[in-house]
Each structure stands twice: as structure tokens, then as C-alpha cells.
């Protein structure tokens, strides 16, 4: 399945749930809740300008065009094997609802998660593959809970072959549901797979915008909430929405 979008681009569908939720009507009071941690850089050629923060939404479903931000009573995000707790904050977003749409919310969130922690507390600086994180959310008395792992990164290479159609491969990541691909080396896509070989159905181009091709490894949990359009749940209890974790390899820009 190959679709057009941005970075990290999903194949949600806001209004389905999974098998046993129920679905969300066209105006709703239900909790949608979403966080995605990774490390900072990954395995990249250069960090970029997203490679500072992170950001989670707690929000009301509200309408398909405005679901608004909910304050939590508790958020906390703490890693299961020191319980040390990681630096979420309070944030005012630019505006005060969210156009809940197929894409994650991944930017301007009403929490954020430093680049660098303080008070003893962890930063993204922090998050490492083979960690694994809770989550504990409480909104009134609706409590939301959720566990994420975060994946090793793909080391991914081009491999040339006969036919001149470039072929991308890597090695497989433990404990990953599925892998996306995404590049504008070619042209714009991105596509969710299975399997640790892609083959793309061009021939490389001069690439004018400096993006390069990104290989992303996803934990089980998030590659079902980003690659089947009828999962609504996905990481947590409580709301619906998806905690999950990924990591990345950039391979540099042809």
C-alpha cells in the first residue's frame, strides 16, 4: 500500500475503533488521546528542526472539525525500569482545538516533552531503544493507561540491481510490527510493509529538497493503529487514540 503523505502520515481512519470499542458518533464527549515517542535523532544523517520536542494531545472527540484540548488532572510518562519520570509539560497550542483528520497529531500539542529534562527529570534526550514506558492519565474519572517500547532502528540500504529500479532494504527489528517508507527521492510517498525488503517502481531523480528516504520501525501496537484504517485504539485504555513508540534510519539525500 503505497500513500501519499507527510512524514509521519497514518492511514487512521478518526471515526473507526477496533473490534469491541464502539464508534465515535459525529459529536462525542469520549477522550481521544495521543503520544508517539522515539529517540531524538535516530540513526540520521543530521537532526532537523523537528528533532527537539515532543508533543501529546489529550483532547475531547468532539466533531469530525473540532475536538477540543481537555486539561488533565494527572500526566505522567514514567520508564518501567527506574520509574524515573519523563518531563511532560503543560502547552499552550496556537489554537484551541484540533481537525482531528487521518494524520497523527504529532505538532502543537496542549503537552510537551522537552528535548532536555529538568529537575531530574527525563528529556527526549533520554529515550532509548529497549526502554519501555508508562503511561498515567487521568481526566476527571476517566483514567488512562498505556505501555510503549521503543524499537532499534533500521539500518537501511539501496541495493542496486539490473533493472536500474532502486531496491531498499535492512535487517529485521525485533519485536516490530511493521516497518513504513517514506522518501522524495523518487517521488512522494509513503508506504507501510511488513516485510525488511521495498522495491520502488521509479528510477531515482535528482533530489531538489534535500529529504533523503527514512525508514521507520514501529512497535506492534502502533503499526496496527497506523496501517489497518479500522483500529480507533491502539496502546492505551481509557480514550481512544494510540500511545506508541518507533524509531528511524535517514539514509542521505541522492
Given at each position: 500500500m503505497v500513500i501519499p503523505r507527510r512524514l509521519l502520515a497514518s492511514s487512521l481512519l478518526i471515526m473507526a475503533a477496533c473490534t469491541g470499542d464502539p464508534?465515535?458518533?459525529?459529536?462525542?464527549?469520549?477522550l481521544f488521546f495521543c503520544a508517539l515517542i522515539d529517540p531524538p535523532w535516530g540513526k540520521v544523517v543530521a537532526p532537523t528542526k523537528s528533532d527537539t520536542a515532543l508533543y501529546a494531545f489529550v483532547l475531547?472527540?468532539?466533531t469530525p472539525i473540532n475536538s477540543p484540548y481537555v486539561t488533565a488532572d494527572r500526566f505522567e510518562m514514567r520508564r518501567v525500569s527506574d520509574g524515573a519520570l519523563l518531563d511532560w509539560?503543560?502547552?499552550?497550542?496556537?489554537?484551541?482545538?484540533?481537525?482531528?483528520?487521518?494524520?497523527?497529531?504529532?505538532?502543537?500539542?496542549?503537552?510537551?516533552?522537552p528535548l532536555h529534562?529538568?529537575?531530574?527529570?527525563?528529556?527526549?534526550?533520554?529515550?532509548?531503544?529497549?526502554?519501555?514506558?508508562?503511561?498515567?492519565?487521568?481526566?476527571g474519572a476517566v483514567a488512562i493507561r498505556g505501555t510503549a517500547s521503543i524499537p532499534a532502528a533500521p539500518e537501511a540500504a539501496l541495493v542496486e540491481t539490473?533493472?536500474?529500479?532502486?531496491?531498499?532494504?535492512?535487517?529485521?527489528v525485533p519485536g516490530v510490527g511493521g516497518y513504513g517508507v517514506t522518501t522524495q527521492d523518487f517521488f512522494p510517498i509513503f508506504a507501510f510493509t511488513r516485510d525488511t525488503v521495498f522495491h520502488f517502481d521509479a528510477p531515482i531523480v535528482d533530489n531538489i529538497s534535500g529529504f533523503g528516504t527514512v525508514v521507520f520501525a514501529y512497535e506492534p501496537q502502533l503499526f496496527s493503529y497506523l496501517a489497518d484504517p479500522h483500529v480507533g485504539r491502539a496502546g492505551i485504555t481509557g480514550a481512544l487514540g494510540v500511545f506508541g513508540a518507533?524509531?528511524?534510519?535517514?539514509?542521505p539525500p541522492r
Open positions: 464508534f465515535v458518533t459525529p459529536v462525542s464527549s469520549e475531547e472527540a468532539g509539560r503543560p502547552n499552550t497550542p496556537a489554537k484551541s482545538y484540533v481537525r482531528l483528520t487521518r494524520e497523527l497529531l504529532t505538532e502543537d500539542g496542549n503537552y510537551v516533552l529534562g529538568a529537575a531530574g527529570r527525563l528529556g527526549r534526550i533520554d529515550l532509548m531503544p529497549g526502554d519501555q514506558y508508562e503511561l498515567f492519565v487521568d481526566v539490473d533493472a536500474a529500479l532502486p531496491v531498499l532494504s535492512w535487517k529485521a518507533y524509531s528511524s534510519f535517514r539514509l
